[in-house]
């Protein structure tokens, strides 16, 4: 993808000021760099030629100052590339946070932090002192010409040297490459195993499943540790013959300068000094090579992070909606999870008025969360349209939207943070609020109860909260900031009867104050305070009472129709004859 459609590389555009003044800071660098050759050379040629102390004097002076001046350029460059790290990581850490998680939306049961992980490797790397490298080896000609000044034999002598150590270099790259990016992959893959394994330990525990889960990741993380291995091998092998010419060139450089003073063709200061140059010339190319290692890890990693961004773009800017007031419609919906193209759920045409409660019951696997799911837009209509407020649920902003929907999931997940925050769903806490949802949910007397109230700390997902408690918690959370469509699923599945009757009062209430309601559930205490009952069968409408007179919300939704307790089928499901419904999702009318 081209640049200017790149957020990573855009990212990094705007950091190239900071890097031209890191390319300029290295100029004088390079340049002070001359100073040690060149004090060396005065020494030897002038001073002890004349034996003089005052130009010795003068000589140490000036180049102490210019190391000053040096090291202080040496620590400026250091700080800006450790800013522009941190740089990097303020402007594309959110975007890149988004993008993880609206990956995981689409390939659920994939979730993965690697990208977060790829994010330190590439800001560790462009803050360190392997990018030094490359900022130094343009300088290289220069060090060479320097060097063949003092005379063409040292110039061809370092340009040959060169030559072979950026050999060495090519052919690190293009033996290591492969190996280290598959050995990259291996190592996420079994980190994202173990991190699976870790969600799961309490169950692999009980049933004893560990050796053979174990073995699994054991297995993973011995591939990479082989590729890893003969990645390191071979990079190890030209790394060290790359440091090992590179002293016996510097050496050489010596002998061909005693050569040439024997013949009254070079000073001893020149000797010394183009032996000093010589190691200055090729340390570059020698420092590239050592650090190959993580400038491929780095590149491996920004690759990585190229392909999430164009994989999951930025939303677009929306004209923001008004609040929505709960108008939910499906219009022949059919849907499925995301990678998969089978349906769960088939043409589903259905229509809440705004405070309309609807109870979603049937047999398992006959798609009740993947409804719950397709309502909130978490997973995208294969075809047809679900609409709120008659605007398309996927082209609502969903940070606007957020707070006007409520969702309590089966599996519930509380956060690590205070159970006040987990409630205000880790906005500005609002104490009133929070106390209003809670009461609501059947949960204040309980949070109360809690060590230190609602700002008890709840870690490791509240999983020192009973199932019940998490349930309810969920709830109150859900019912936080009231919200204009709440979908519960399954929210009695780990209640007690006292916690029963509070949802059971809770629904009235949302009724009673115009909130439109989705609730998936078996129990019958339920079913009898909702207006509609859908019944799903093999992601099929199986039957849909038709809404009742004695709601003020169904009333206008029900003008013209049949009159309660007559059961409105499905094209699929005409010809069955209803019968009453039970607990476990038989049909029956209501």
Request: hydrophobic fraction near 45%; include cysteine.
């Amino acid at each position: 993808m081209s640049a200017e459609h790149n957020d990573l590389r855009k990212v990094l555009a705007f950091c190239r000021r900071s890097f031209g003044y890191v390319a300029l800071f290295s100029l004088f660098i390079n340049l002070l760099m001359l100073v040690p050759p060149l004090y060396m050379l005065q020494v030897y040629d002038r001073v002890l030629t004349t034996r003089s102390q005052e130009t010795l004097w003068m000589l140490t002076l000036v180049v102490v100052f210019l190391f000053l001046v040096m090291g202080g350029l040496e620590l400026m460059r250091s700080r800006i590339l450790v800013r522009v790290g941190n740089r990097l990581d303020a402007l594309i850490s959110p975007r890149l946070y988004s993008a993880m998680f609206k990956r995981t939306l689409s390939s659920p049961g994939k979730p993965s932090a690697q990208p977060l992980n790829d994010l330190t490797s590439l800001r560790q790397f462009l803050s360190g002192n392997g990018l030094f490298a490359f900022f130094d080896a343009p300088w290289v000609p220069v060090y060479i010409g320097v060097l063949a000044l003092f005379h063409p034999w040292f110039g061809l002598f370092a340009l040959g040297a060169g030559v072979i150590l950026a050999t060495i270099a090519v052919i690190n790259e293009r033996m290591t490459k492969q190996l280290l990016t598959e050995a990259n992959g291996r190592h996420v893959q079994s980190q994202d195993l173990a991190n699976s394994n870790l969600r799961n330990a309490e169950v692999l525990h009980a049933m004893g499943m560990l050796p053979g889960i174990q073995g699994r990741w054991a297995a993973r993380h011995r591939e990479y540790l082989v590729l890893q291995s003969q990645a390191s091998d071979r990079s190890g092998l030209l790394t060290n013959t790359s440091k090992v010419l590179r002293l016996m060139f510097q050496s050489l450089i010596l002998g061909i300068g005693a050569f040439l003073v024997l013949r009254g063709e070079l000073t001893p200061g020149m000797m010394i000094a183009g032996s000093i140059l010589m190691g200055r010339a090729l340390a570059p190319i020698d420092q590239m090579i050592n650090g190959w290692k993580g400038f491929s890890g780095a590149r491996t990693a920004k690759g990585r992070l190229e392909a999430l961004l164009d994989e999951v773009p930025a939303d677009p800017p929306t004209m923001p909606l008004p609040r929505p007031r709960g108008q939910l419609s499906l219009e022949g919906v059919s849907a499925a999870p995301p990678g998969v193209r089978l349906p769960t759920l088939t043409n589903i045409d259905l229509k809440l008025a705004k405070g309309e409660h609807l109870a979603v019951v049937g047999p398992s696997a006959s798609g009740k969360s993947s409804l719950a799911r397709v309502v909130l837009g978490l997973w995208p209509a294969q075809l047809g349209c679900v609409r709120l407020d008659g605007a398309d649920i996927n082209k609502w902003d969903r940070t606007a939207l957020g707070p006007y929907l409520g969702y309590l999931p089966q599996d519930i997940e509380l956060f690590d943070g205070s159970v006040a925050e987990n409630i205000a769903r880790f906005q500005e806490v609002d104490p009133e609020q929070v106390v209003r949802a809670a009461r609501r949910a059947g949960v204040h007397e309980l949070v109360l109860k809690l060590p230190e109230g609602y700002d008890t700390y709840l870690d490791h997902g509240g999983t020192a909260l009973s199932a019940g408690q998490r349930q309810r918690i969920g709830l109150a959370r859900a019912l936080y900031g009231d919200p204009a469509l709440i979908v519960l699923d399954e929210p009695d599945a780990n209640l007690d009867d006292a916690g029963e009757a509070a949802l059971a009062e809770c629904l009235i209430q949302l009724r009673q104050q115009g909130t439109t309601a989705l609730v998936i559930t078996h129990r019958q205490r339920l079913l009898s305070n909702v207006d509609r009952i859908l019944v799903l069968k093999d992601g099929q409408i199986a039957s849909l009472t038709p809404p009742r007179r004695n709601t003020p919300a169904a009333a206008v939704a029900t003008a013209g129709r049949r009159s309660p307790g007559v059961t409105t089928l499905h094209p699929s499901a005409r010809g069955r004859s209803p019968v009453n419904r039970r607990s476990g999702g038989e049909e029956t009318s209501s």
